[in-house]
């Protein structure tokens, strides 16, 4: 079963400023990689899949990057409503496998 | 818009069962594969079941199956999941989700519905 490492667990940002956050596989995934968001209370929503494409509606300032075992969530310019915590997941391999989760929050 | 409604869930003792439902509108819920991903108090996300879009595959994850069944009912656009056998370590949040290609990728989630097992 495939091993998802999020790094870091928490990473305090200023609104404004950028935030890049990590996913490493522990075997190669191809691009089949896929970011979430979930604000606390709230049901997860997918941001981007096949590692580097937005899904409906998200706005440009997410994108992803990589491949293989290394990918990369990146939001350029930090809005209040992106405080969140952002999971990885897999999906080259069965079982589909989430990350732990990287805690975004205010600096 | 794509909705999803989980509802059935509750508190039940360790052993006992509960099925939970999941009302999908908003797109031909017929024509897509279907799944149920929990989350612990306070954890990260597991992925527990999937369904084709006929209901003719099902797969589960090592940690229910054998317990929990998902099934659906397209003439009524409602995906279930049948969990027996509950454990405290069942105790989650649980969602369906619904996925583009049946490729185990999730593009729209319901709002959860809370599982507690204790006695």
């Known amino acids: 079963e495939i091993v998802m490492t999020q790094s870091p667990a928490t990473l305090s940002v200023f609104p404004g400023e950028r935030a890049t956050l990590s996913c490493r596989a522990s075997?190669?995934?191809?691009?089949?990689l896929a970011w979430y968001q979930q604000i606390p209370g709230q049901a997860p929503r997918l941001l981007i899949y096949?590692?580097?494409t937005r899904a409906t509606g998200i706005p440009a300032r997410f994108s992803g990057s990589g491949s293989g075992p290394e990918f990369t969530l990146t939001i350029s310019s930090l809005q209040s409503e992106d405080f969140a915590v952002y999971y990885c997941q897999q999906y080259n391999d069965w079982p589909p496998i989430f990350g732990q989760g990287t805690k975004l929050e205010i600096k | 818009q794509v909705q999803l409604v989980e509802s059935g869930g509750g508190v039940v003792q360790p052993g006992r069962s509960l099925r939970l439902s999941c009302a999908a509108s908003g797109f031909s819920f017929s024509n897509y594969g279907m799944h149920w991903v929990r989350q612990a108090p306070g954890k990260g996300l597991e992925w527990v079941a999937v369904?084709?879009?006929?209901?003719?595959?099902?797969f589960y994850a090592d940690s229910v199956k054998g317990r929990f069944t998902i099934s659906r009912d397209n003439s009524k656009n409602t995906l279930y999941l049948q969990m027996n056998s509950l454990r405290a370590e069942d105790t989650a949040v649980y969602y369906c989700?619904?996925?583009?290609?049946?490729?185990?990728?999730?593009?729209?989630w319901g709002q959860g519905t809370l599982v507690t097992v204790s006695s």
């Open positions: 096949d590692a580097s």
């Open positions: 075997q190669s995934v191809s691009s089949t």
């Open positions: 989700a619904k996925d583009p290609l049946l490729r185990y990728l999730f593009d729209y």
């Open positions: 369904i084709s879009f006929d209901g003719n595959n099902k």
